[in-house]
């Protein structure tokens, strides 16, 4: 069996971080089992930087994790939108120090449980409730979702 061994690039508001060291990542969505409800997307991600310059990152930017695949293009596995920042300065020496920022980003589909309606969805096909409901959130701004996504 051979070993895989991805080539990762992260994006925050459409700048590709290739100078950083991805540390850790992990990317949620769905459900474990059965009996869970379904959760929206999320990923935790932490970036070490060692060239001692600030990473531009701050609620609601939108954050694009993507790898590549066997033909050398990137492929989009996630996009959203920053809602934690943590920043640690690290392994400080007399003549450089390191960084490591650790970013929470939800999935677009996370804004959905949080709509607001009038109450009550006029009666239509199920497909025309969602779409109603998705266009009041996501459709009409499009500039707020990630560009994964779109």
Same mark, same amino acid.
């Given at each position: 069996?051979? %070993? ?6 992260? $994006? ?5 971080? &290739?100078?950083?060291?991805l540390a850790n990542l992990a990317i949620t969505s769905g459900r474990t089992n059965?009996? $869970?409800?379904? +959760? @929206? *997307?999320?990923? !935790?991600? %932490? /970036?070490?930087?060692? !060239? ?7 609620? !609601?930017? &939108? ?7 066997t033909s050398g293009t990137f492929v989009p596995i996630f996009g959203g939108n ?12 007399? &003549?450089?120090?390191?960084? &490591?920022? =650790?970013?929470? @980003?939800?999935?677009? /589909?996370?804004? /959905? ?15 025309? %409730? ?7 959130? /996501?459709?009409? +701004?499009? +500039? %707020?979702?990630? *560009?994964?996504? =779109?």
């Amino acid at each position: 069996m051979t %070993q895989w061994s991805p080539v990762w690039r992260v $994006e925050i508001d459409g700048v590709a971080y &290739t100078t950083s060291v991805l540390a850790n990542l992990a990317i949620t969505s769905g459900r474990t089992n059965i009996y $869970e409800q379904a +959760q @929206a *997307g999320f990923v !935790n991600i %932490q /970036l070490i930087d060692v !060239n001692q310059t600030a990473i531009p990152v701050s609620v !609601n930017s &939108t954050l694009s994790v993507e790898v590549k695949d066997t033909s050398g293009t990137f492929v989009p596995i996630f996009g959203g939108n920053v809602v934690d920042i943590g920043l640690e300065v690290r392994d400080v020496g007399s &003549t450089m120090f390191t960084q &490591t920022y =650790t970013i929470t @980003a939800l999935g677009a /589909l996370a804004r /959905l449980p949080k709509v607001l309606t009038d109450g009550v969805l006029s009666k239509e096909f199920d497909g025309d %409730q969602i779409w109603d409901i998705l266009s009041a959130v /996501l459709f009409g +701004q499009w +500039q %707020q979702v990630a *560009g994964a996504l =779109t």
